[in-house]
């Protein structure tokens, strides 16, 4: 139990183009998704926390309008990198507020790299 | 606002052998949740082991343990008969129980090589 996926696993854009990452969980159902960023050998810096049916709440220094989240379901939340630039690749990992309540489970993460 | 520390960037053991990560952490509450999450190469971020603040009692998953020192603010991870698998980064974390704040707070994580 406690699986989450996303997709895609890697992703190559242009500048200037949007990308819509996918977080879902699979065997339960998640009120609360969160978004990290991890740059190479650092840990998990926390974006924003998605909450099912409300607006997102982004952490300091965060951009909500270039980082669009949607948690539209139990079970899905979806960043959206708007305008992506260079400087947007990176690696983002979701994870789901699981069994018990207090726990997070990730999902494997995706790459971006945007030319 | 809490802060988890954890001191070794990297750590080595030979296969089935012991080591044990450090990880301190800092909080005006006295209630929380801590955790170890394992990412290896792959990059996926797995539960190791998580521990409540308020059970006295160290929490133990198979050849995982941790050492859970309240007072002191430690929360140390033992790896009982290292296997290569074992080899990732470790993050400890914490989580406070206060309602509203679920977020996690990570430490920088220590790099465990198992060698043959």
């Known amino acids: 139990g406690a699986v989450v996926s996303q997709h895609p696993s890697r992703v190559i854009c242009k500048s200037g183009t949007s990308v819509k990452i996918e977080c879902r969980s699979l065997?339960?159902?998640?009120?609360?998704m969160f978004w990290y960023r991890q740059f190479p050998k650092q840990s998990l810096m926390l974006m924003a926390t998605?909450?099912?049916?409300?607006?997102?709440?982004?952490e300091q220094g965060v951009e909500k309008d270039k980082f669009l989240i949607n948690h539209a379901s139990l079970t899905l939340s979806t960043l959206t990198v708007t305008s992506a630039h260079p400087e947007d690749s990176s690696f983002y990992i979701c994870?789901?507020?699981?069994?018990?309540?207090?726990?997070?489970?990730f999902g494997p993460g995706t790459r971006l790299l945007v030319l | 606002a809490q802060t988890v520390t954890q001191s070794q960037p990297e750590m080595s053991v030979q296969e089935a052998e012991t080591v044990t990560l450090s990880c301190t952490y800092d909080?005006?509450?006295?209630?929380?949740?801590l955790f170890w999450y394992k990412q290896p190469p792959s990059r996926q971020m797995i539960l190791v082991i998580r521990q409540e603040a308020y059970k006295q009692q160290n929490a133990t998953e198979n050849r995982f343990s941790v050492n859970f020192q309240k007072a002191a603010k430690s929360f140390s991870l033992k790896i009982s008969d290292s296997q290569l698998g074992d080899a990732a980064m470790y993050f400890c974390?914490?989580?406070?129980?206060?309602?509203?704040?679920?977020?996690?707070?990570f430490g920088k994580g220590t790099k465990l090589t198992v060698n043959p």
């Open positions: 909080t005006s509450e006295s209630d929380y949740y």
């Open positions: 974390a914490y989580r406070s129980q206060r309602g509203g704040s679920e977020k996690l707070v």
């Open positions: 998605s909450n099912e049916g409300s607006k997102a709440t982004y």
């Open positions: 065997d339960f159902q998640a009120t609360t």
């Open positions: 994870s789901a507020r699981g069994s018990p309540p207090e726990t997070q489970y």
